[in-house]
């Protein structure tokens, strides 16, 4: 069996285990006649999932839509996460609701809301994995087999599920209400939300990378409140204080923290909630046989969430380099001009600029030494940069798993950021990329060196 | 009316009110965040110029105000619980008023590079302070090798009121002077440059030039001059010791690469640390260059709050969470 294959029958079998378990999950919510027409309503927005994800595959994809698609994904957990969330509290005691529990009970405004949730929830992934599945036959010599494989995965684990899920749907209703569900989506969406085949699993890189951004861009308003100057000015005793919370690893606390405390508060709070009796019992056996039953709910009813705390916890780290591994820096290798432009083969004897690694290139302009990288992007494209940031002096880059880290302020950067102007990223280069080369013009590499070593650059970032 | 009023209250005060606030935000940082990049940048630009972002922003603040004051009027009758609180809830209750009048009363002023001599005028204000002397970042003479820091030091600079009186200026923290802030954001080197046509002096002055870290290329020009002159610090020797090397300054008399461009065609490149002959007619000299420093002026009477409610809270965290798990033990 082929990896394309293999690969498109992963995908499919994800996707439907994915699939059966979510609608499972919420059905078991939506048990009784009375509620019908809420199931339907899912149903419905899963054929208009699967009827777009049909369309999109016939539609011309840019790399900006698949972008979207990618950022859509990240997007709906962290919307399904702040629903959970408030529902946890709302079910704890904190009535978040108020005057509009009227309103919401109404089945002209539930059906569409499931209805759109259903198909916000399912699309993008869908819609993901539809497109990986296209460039996967597009690459392999038979595409038919690649389809069949994805299918018959998508099938078969559906129905796999679909049987399993049967014996333990009865289960589901003591330990799932509705944010327990909620929450659920959301963590399936983290941990199985990624559409890049075998490469990308999970969001959790994504999710990390968005988290560490708000922590990163929270404490540098904070500096600017207070007045801090930009770092080289800084002396190295201050930068050494100031800068730890610029770091990896405190951001990667930091935003473990943001994402683990609110649940961690429902849980204690979800405990520590008194009990009341009904006026009907009076009896002490029947009362502490309540007290037992509403325990024992309680319990219940927070697994979901201790299992999403216990699964955060033990993979927040995992994605991460071991502490002390030290960062990818190739060496640049030179090269030349030909007048005014500059092509760079993408694929040479020694190596292929598509291979996910940054790759460095040196020449010389007024007697100075220039360095470039190039690197493909995790959405495909190749992108070209200087070797150096608008902020720090030119020191370049280094490449971890997950991103490519400024040598000298030590700030990820994620790999999909890179190409982008700004902050510390890496200063984007017009670039024309052919099926054999990237094209450069020394004009531009030229102007934007000048820039940044005038310091002019910076006027950007003030 | 009262029960109007009282209904008010219980909605201001209300943890629902606080879940339902926190998210919106999370709705509106989220899907900025999916759209822009900047999402919250973008949000204390909002907070500073927009009043719909203000209304909740204030909302939010009365809110929380009211619920922190309801727990230390709670936390009152165990004094140690109240006092283990005090500084992170005191600090949370300083720094929402504090961040939002800050971002809404500041007035800030970056100023051009200024060098010794100069004049810093306050924004909207009628206060002025001449520069007495400005403290450079880098040594006059050093050995550098391929590592080094950009700068040596923090720099400053010393600012004379009318009244006589003196200030120091640094990079961090900000200093009080008179009703302002004052710190460096940058320093530089400003070469004194001499264009001589002929026997006529052309231009004689310092320009303030970004040369920093040495080797970093900058330009200038003049408006009666077809020229555009790229200039860049190279060391005044190099010391070898096997596979080693280091370079010397000597920021008295720092040697320069001058590059002159006419009209996109460069017609010379050079070193010198005195002078260099463009042309038959045109001269360029350098005599000792000027230290100058950008400074950052802000008027703001909310800072030193800000500042005190971000100690309280780093400080208060430990000691909160300390009094957290204290009550729970002992409610078992």
């Not at chain 1, 399904?80 to 408030?86: P, R, V």
Request: net charge positive; glycine share 8%.
């Amino acid at each position: 069996m082929s990896r394309f294959v293999l690969e498109a029958l992963f995908i499919g079998a994800k996707e439907g285990v994915k699939l059966s378990f979510c609608t499972l999950l919420v059905f078991s919510l939506l048990s009784g006649r009375e509620r019908l027409p809420l199931k339907r309503s899912v149903i419905a927005g899963l054929l208009v999932v699967f009827l777009a994800s049909f369309l999109l595959l016939t539609l011309p994809v840019t790399f900006e839509m698949r972008e979207i698609i990618v950022r859509m994904i990240g997007y709906v957990f962290g919307i399904f996460f702040f629903l959970s969330i408030g529902a946890l509290f709302h079910e704890s005691g904190t009535d978040i609701i108020g005057p509009f529990r009227s309103v919401g009970g109404k089945r002209v405004l539930q059906i569409p809301i499931l209805l759109v949730l259903t198909i916000g929830y399912f699309a993008p992934d869908m819609a993901g994995s539809a497109l990986f599945i296209a460039d996967l036959a597009s690459m392999a010599q038979a595409p038919m087999p690649v389809f069949l494989a994805s299918g018959l995965g998508f099938v078969l684990f559906i129905a796999g599920t679909a049987a399993l899920g049967r014996k333990v749907q009865p289960v589901f209703p003591r330990l799932f209400g509705l944010p327990q569900v909620l929450l659920t989506l959301a963590l399936i969406k983290l941990l199985a939300g990624g559409i890049r085949g075998f490469a990308e699993l999970t969001l959790i890189p994504a999710v990390q990378a968005g988290l560490m951004k708000l922590v990163h861009d929270v404490i540098h308003q904070t500096f600017v409140m207070i007045l801090v100057p930009d770092h080289p000015v800084l002396s190295t005793t201050t930068w050494n204080f100031v800068g730890f919370l610029f770091r990896e690893t405190a951001g990667l606390w930091l935003s473990l923290i943001l994402l683990v405390t609110p649940l961690v508060l429902f849980v204690i709070k979800h405990f520590r909630e008194p009990l009341r009796y009904p006026g009907s019992i009076d009896r002490p056996s029947q009362r502490r046989m309540f007290i037992r039953s509403i325990r024992d709910q309680r319990l219940l009813k927070s697994l979901p969430v201790l299992f999403f705390l216990a699964v955060i916890i033990m993979t927040w780290f995992s994605q991460q380099d071991a502490p002390g591994v030290s960062l990818y820096l190739p060496d640049p290798k030179p090269v030349a001009a030909d007048g005014d432009a500059l092509n760079i083969p993408i694929q040479s004897p020694t190596e292929d600029l598509r291979d996910g690694a940054i790759h460095k290139f040196s020449l010389l302009i007024r007697d100075e030494q220039v360095r470039l990288l190039i690197m493909k992007k995790p959405d495909g494209t190749l992108t070209a940069c200087l070797d150096a940031c608008e902020i720090c002096p030119p020191d370049g880059y280094g490449q971890s798993r997950e991103h490519v880290v400024c040598l000298y302020c030590k700030t990820p950067i994620p790999f999909d950021t890179v190409g982008k102007p700004g902050g510390c990223n890496p200063i984007p280069l017009p670039t024309v990329v052919t099926d054999k080369e990237v094209r450069l013009t020394m004009k531009d590499i030229s102007e934007k060196w000048v820039l940044v070593k005038s310091g002019a650059s910076k006027t950007t970032v003030k | 009316m009262k029960s109007i009023a009282a209904r008010i209250y219980a909605f201001l005060r209300s943890a629902a009110l606080t879940v339902w606030l926190v998210g919106l935000f999370l709705f509106y940082y989220l899907s900025m965040a999916v759209w822009s990049n900047e999402a919250f940048g973008m949000y204390i630009v909002h907070l500073s110029s927009n009043n719909l972002f203000r209304g909740f922003y204030l909302l939010f603040l009365s809110n929380v105000v009211l619920r922190l004051i309801e727990r230390l009027q709670r936390l009152w009758s165990t004094r140690a619980q109240f006092i283990l609180q005090l500084p992170l809830l005191v600090g949370l209750l300083l720094f929402l008023p504090a961040l939002f009048l800050s971002l809404n009363m500041r007035k800030t002023l970056r100023t051009p590079p200024v060098g010794m001599g100069d004049i810093i005028t306050v924004p909207h204000g009628t206060e002025k302070y001449q520069i007495q002397s400005v403290e450079p970042a880098l040594k006059k003479r050093s050995l550098r090798n391929e590592g080094a820091a950009v700068f040596d030091y923090e720099p400053g600079l010393m600012l004379l009121d009318p009244q006589g009186r003196t200030y120091r200026v640094g990079a961090f923290p900000p200093s009080p002077v008179g009703s302002t802030y004052m710190h460096v954001l940058t320093f530089g080197i400003g070469p004194g440059v001499e264009l001589k046509k002929g026997r006529e002096v052309v231009f004689r002055g310092y320009i303030a030039l970004q040369l920093t870290p040495f080797g970093n290329v900058d330009v200038f020009d003049n408006s009666d001059l077809p020229y555009k002159f790229y200039l860049s610090i190279i060391p005044n020797s190099t010391i070898r010791k096997g596979k080693e090397s280091a370079n010397t300054y000597d920021l008295e008399k720092p040697r320069y690469n001058v590059t002159v461009v006419k009209e996109e065609q460069t017609i010379l490149n050079g070193e010198t640390d005195s002078s260099i002959r463009i042309d038959e007619n045109l001269t360029l000299s350098f005599f000792t260059p000027s230290d100058w420093v950008i400074v950052e002026v802000v008027q703001d009477r909310f800072l030193p709050w800000f500042v005190l409610s971000i100690c309280l809270i780093c400080v208060g965290i430990v000691p909160f969470l300390f009094s957290m798990v204290m009550s729970k033990l002992r409610a078992k």
